[in-house]
């Protein structure tokens, strides 16, 4: 069945989300992250530095799903399709969210190219099927809300 994925905007204040995964995959997601309000924790085998000295709360051990407690969402970013399928089914048993990584077909949910400007957030999507003209059409109205505001 083709996916088919629902834009919403998901108040995160205060909610626990999980990233495993530890390297340039999972501190492209984290840097998302950062610009909201939420408990973000890394989990992953090893932690690249730029991840340890983010202030971020992390854990260095391999995945569990008994790890998986208490989140409200999940983004895999192992860079392993084993690992990447287990996290998708566990996540699905247990009722979590869960993106992985540049794999649509494994996600529950897909992560916008985001614009963001105070009160106002802009996500761009393509069904999973083109990330690059979702950059792209965000990058226009980055350009176009940037001088609109500039003019005001
Ligand atoms: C928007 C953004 C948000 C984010 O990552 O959170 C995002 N990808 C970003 C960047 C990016 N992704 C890739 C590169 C190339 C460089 C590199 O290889 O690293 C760059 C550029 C870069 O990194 O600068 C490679 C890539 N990504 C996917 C595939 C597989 C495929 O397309 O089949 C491939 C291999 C494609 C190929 O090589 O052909 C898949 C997905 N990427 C998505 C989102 C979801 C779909 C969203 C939609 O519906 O459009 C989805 C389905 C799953 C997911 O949620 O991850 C973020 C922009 C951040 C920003 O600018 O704000
Ligand atoms: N994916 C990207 O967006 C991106 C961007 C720039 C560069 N790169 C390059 O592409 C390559 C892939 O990067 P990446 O971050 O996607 O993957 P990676 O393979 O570099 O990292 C995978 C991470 O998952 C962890 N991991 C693997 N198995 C695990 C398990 N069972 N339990 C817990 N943790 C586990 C590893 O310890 C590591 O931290 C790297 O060379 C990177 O420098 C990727």
């Not at 990233?19 to 939420?38: H, M, N, P, S, Y």
């Not at 084993?82 to 869960?98: K, M, P």
């Not at 529950?108 to 999973?128: H, L, M, T, W």
Request: charged share 25%.
């Amino acid at each position: 069945m083709k996916q088919n994925f629902l834009p919403i905007a998901i108040d995160i204040s205060g909610e626990k989300i999980l990233i495993v995964g530890g390297d340039q995959g999972a501190l492209k997601k984290l840097k998302i992250l950062q610009r909201f309000e939420a408990e973000v924790v890394v989990l992953a085998k090893s932690i690249c530095q730029e991840i340890k000295r983010s202030g971020v709360k992390y854990f260095e051990k391999p995945y569990h799903k008994k790890e998986l407690q208490g989140y409200l969402m999940v983004y895999s970013c192992v860079n392993n399709e084993e690992i990447d399928r287990q996290i998708a089914t566990d996540c699905r048993e247990a009722g979590i969210l869960v993106n992985i990584h540049d794999k649509s077909a494994l996600c529950q949910f897909i992560s916008p190219a985001i614009y963001r400007s105070q009160n106002i957030s802009v996500a761009v999507s393509s069904n999973g099927e083109d990330v690059f003209e979702s950059i792209r059409i965000r990058n226009k109205i980055s350009e176009f809300l940037t001088e609109k505001n500039h003019k005001n």
